[in-house]
């Protein structure tokens, strides 16, 4: 039995889970609503504020989507009462971001031209300084999404250390051409 999929999900109050006919499950809390159909196989049951993830047998496939679902779905819980932040620093001399609205950036990464980043839907911007965006939003799936691509436009480079980083990621370093 899948331990992940098998331990059961707390509901905080405020928060209501509806499961329709066509496994559609909808979370709505105090920081929004959020959608997504499960697979047909997988039963989601509730009693009173406690939330069980059960599949019908022991074939792969379905041990497989067991805990994912379960994840899935404590995700969006824990989403839409707290929210998901992601933390990105940049390091570079001259690199810097510039907010233009809360989900606007215009990002300055050492090209010739400025980098511009609009956040989809339920994703917003925080610049508390030049080298530090703080990305945020109910669907943790979005969140790390925007923060990788935003991570792609400068990936960290192993000689200087310069680019676009998590906060607290470890860049290894290499030593540079070696002086005669």
């Given at each position: 039995?899948?331990?992940?999929?098998?331990?059961?999900?707390?509901v905080?109050?405020g928060?209501?889970i509806?499961?329709?006919d066509?496994?559609?499950?909808?979370?709505?809390?105090?920081?929004?609503?959020?959608?997504?159909?499960?697979?047909?196989?997988?039963?989601?049951?509730q009693?009173?504020?406690v939330?069980?993830?059960?599949?019908?047998?022991?074939?792969?496939?379905?041990r497989?989507l067991?805990?994912?679902?379960?994840?899935?779905?404590?995700?969006?819980v824990?989403?839409v009462?707290?929210?998901?932040s992601?933390?990105l620093?940049?390091v570079?001399?001259?690199?810097r971001?510039?907010?233009?609205g809360?989900?606007?950036l215009?990002?300055a990464?050492?090209?010739s031209?400025?980098?511009?980043?609009?956040?989809?839907?339920?994703v917003?911007?925080?610049?508390?300084t030049?080298?530090?965006?703080?990305?945020?939003?109910?669907d943790?799936?979005?969140?790390?999404?925007?923060?990788?691509?935003?991570?792609?436009?400068?990936?960290?480079?192993p000689?200087?250390?310069?680019?676009?980083?998590?906060v607290?990621?470890?860049?290894v370093?290499?030593?540079?051409?070696?002086?005669k």
């Open positions: 039995m899948s331990r992940i999929g098998r331990s059961p999900i707390t905080p109050s928060v209501t509806a499961v329709d066509e496994h559609r499950i909808t979370v709505k809390g105090p920081q929004g609503e959020l959608a997504r159909q499960v697979p047909a196989a997988i039963s989601i049951s009693d009173g504020d939330l069980t993830v059960a599949r019908p047998d022991d074939q792969r496939q379905n497989a067991h805990g994912l679902t379960r994840s899935l779905v404590a995700n969006m824990t989403g009462t707290e929210g998901f992601k933390e620093e940049i570079g001399v001259g690199y971001a510039i907010p233009k809360p989900s606007e215009e990002l990464l050492g090209f031209h400025p980098v511009f980043v609009s956040a989809p839907a339920g917003t911007f925080d610049v508390p030049p080298t530090k965006i703080i990305i945020k939003g109910i943790k799936e979005k969140v790390g999404q925007v923060a990788a691509d935003i991570r792609k436009l400068r990936k960290p480079e000689y200087k250390g310069k680019g676009i980083r998590y607290g990621e470890r860049v370093r290499k030593a540079g051409k070696a002086a």
